[in-house]
């Protein structure tokens, strides 16, 4: 590094230090030293003579000090930096002219010809092709918002620098293709793929907001399906429960009865055993009385199946039945469907119908079911007393 260089770049230091604005999270003194450092690269292995490396190192390091007073056109104030140091400190002529020409080429939208311009615009673009592109691009997203320049959303700030990597942007040396051109299509792919999983995020959320919505609008049909749904699930549930507890007592008794009369009828025909014969009749009567309970409980309700489009027209026949059309032919049955389902509020009456009788029917099933097990349980403890009774009197006739 030449005198002049060493002492430019202590220059451009304190002048970014006591006059660059915090706000500017990209355009700072550790840019310039990351375009200086690329710039070193390149040079290193490119074919430059040394007047050349000094007129690069100084437009690589006054390429960016115009952001202390101005964002707009800051390349010409850059200049005019450049040319003041430069003259202050007896510069020739010839290599201030060089080095503004070079500071003017890290326009944006500048196309450089000479070998100087295209190394100085590589290097100030470098970390298009370094790791830390992910760094650079989000601080200078938040520099052009935090100054009111712009404001990106994250996708937008997505597909500006996709279409800056893939459209605008290209590198000129030779090092830099041979070089950075790999890790740059490297951060065009991160961005590419983290673009296609926003996109997929947002679909879904989409997909997420629509179906929020829609089951919003239909919130309450959705309410009303969930009341009859359940309401229905746990009538046929409570239904079956029923016909459980039925069959158990049934068949509890019917096993007592057979016993009763494998055992005991045996041996009623002795005298001696005359005393059985109250205490097994009650204990037959009884259980007789809760199968014939248990079986009234269960037993179904036939109907005349049967209904008229007079009943249809006008609403009276419920179709969720099947006991209403049992006896009706298919056709008949399809059209009754077909107008009961063209009037939603006539639906859930029908559905509000079979629910009540369901009900109307477990009150029943459920009523006859307590009286059941209340006689079984009455006949069980009168029974064994009565058998008790006949034993003890019997031995008290035997003394």
Sequence with gaps: MTN??????????????K????????HN??????????LHEIIAHSNVSEVDAEILQL???????????????????????????????????????????????????????????KIICDADCSHFGKDYFPETTEFLRKELEIQGIVNFSASEWLDENIKMLSEQHQFHTDYALKNWQHQKEKNLSDLINTKNKFNKKLKKEKLKAKYKSEYKSESPDRAIQSFYRIALKNHIKLSDIADTKANILLSVNAIIISLLMSILFSKLDNPSNAYLIVPTVIFIL????????????????????KFTKEDI????????????????????????????????????????????????????????LRITYSIFMIGIIVSVLAFAISFKMQNFDFL
Aim: hydrophobic share 40%; with cysteine; proline share 1%.
């Design 4 to 17: 002049i260089v060493e002492k430019a770049q202590g220059y451009v230091f304190d002048l970014f230090k």
């Design 29 to 38: 003194y550790t840019h310039t030293e990351r375009v200086l450092k690329s």
């Design 313 to 368: 027209v006008e609403k009276r026949v419920n179709l969720s039945f099947f006991g209403n059309f049992h006896k009706m032919k298919l056709e008949e049955f399809e059209w009754a469907v077909s107008e009961l389902l063209k009037d939603k509020n006539h639906v859930y009456n029908s559905l509000t119908k079979d629910l009540y009788f369901l009900g109307k029917v477990l009150n029943r099933k459920y009523r006859i």
């Design 19 to 26: 006059e660059l604005n915090a706000s500017f999270l990209y």
């Design 286 to 305: 009884f259980s007789v009385t809760t199968i014939i309970l248990s079986i009234i409980a269960t037993r179904p309700n036939v109907t005349r199946g």
């Design 59 to 117: 437009a690589a390091l006054f390429h960016d000090t115009g952001y202390t007073q101005t964002i707009d056109d800051h390349e010409k104030v850059s200049a005019q930096i450049a040319e003041d140091f430069l003259k202050e400190n007896q510069v020739d002529t010839t290599t201030i002219k060089a080095v503004i020409a070079c500071i003017l080429a890290t326009k944006f939208d500048f196309i450089p010809k000479t070998t100087n311009e």
